[in-house]
């Protein structure tokens, strides 16, 4: 069983570029959760999805990001109009129902340039 | 709201001796409670995890934390270092009420010395 994907691993944009980070939970989880994590700080909560459905994005910047769980494919996390305070590596964690642990893929490491 | 403190963003130990890293939570509801490893460049591995029951928490590689309701307190310790153990260390807090999403501390960086 593989475990969280995500990809791509490294991503460098440029100021105003459209960044995409991917996410493939693991088989047979439908609980999706993504955290970002600034330069010495610790992973912060942006947003809790289900399959097609936003369940918390209570942690998401009101502007410029966005993210989606399709019935079909992966998690997407969206930003729009990158600045260099974007630039973070970005987690990705799966679980198989509410109150199960959640399991971490390797990040996307974003340099916004 | 919840908040998890970790006391100590570095801390240095010798091969062999005992690990302690800190964590403090604050919580207005019965906490799950966590503590998570991230080697370089990687992910993060759950190393246990507190929910309900015994309070005394063991976990992999020679870990295990102690849930302390009146000290608001889950503190991570290993009897005896080894150098594979240098990493960061989180500790988290969830309220499985509010969907499970995890509120973590800034982090431990544990450095082992020969």
């Known amino acids: 069983n593989a475990g969280v994907m995500q990809n791509p691993r490294h991503l460098v944009r440029r100021r105003g570029q459209e960044a995409r980070l991917r996410c493939s939970p693991m088989?047979?989880?439908?609980?999706v959760y993504w955290y970002r994590q600034l330069p010495e700080e610790g992973l912060k909560f942006m947003v809790y999805?289900?399959?097609?459905?936003?369940?918390?994005e209570s942690g998401m910047p009101k502007e410029r990001f966005s993210a989606e769980f399709p019935k079909e494919g992966p998690s997407i996390l969206r930003i729009q109009q990158v600045v260099r305070g974007d630039s973070a590596a970005y987690f990705c964690?799966?679980?198989?129902?509410?109150?199960?642990?959640?399991?971490f893929g390797p990040g996307t490491r974003l340099t916004v340039t | 709201a919840q908040s998890v403190t970790q006391l100590g963003s570095h801390v240095s130990v010798s091969e062999g001796a005992l690990v302690l890293l800190r964590c403090n939570y604050s919580?207005?509801?019965?906490?799950?409670l966590f503590w998570y490893v991230q080697y370089p460049n990687q992910g993060l591995q759950l190393l246990l995890k507190?929910?309900?029951?015994?309070?005394l928490v063991k976990g992999i590689n020679g870990f295990e934390a102690e849930f302390k309701k009146s000290e608001t307190s889950f503190h991570l310790t290993k009897p005896s270092a080894h150098m594979s153990d240098a990493a960061e260390y989180f500790c988290?807090?969830?309220?499985?009420?509010?969907?499970?999403?995890?509120?973590f501390g800034q982090g431990t960086e544990l450095s082992v010395k020969p």
């Open positions: 964690a799966s679980s198989p129902g509410l109150q199960d642990e959640q399991y």
């Open positions: 088989k047979g989880h439908s609980h």
């Open positions: 999805l289900q399959k097609e459905n936003i369940i918390d």
């Open positions: 919580s207005s509801v019965p906490p799950y």
């Open positions: 507190y929910t309900t029951g015994a309070t």
């Open positions: 988290a807090v969830s309220d499985g009420n509010q969907g499970g999403k995890l509120i």
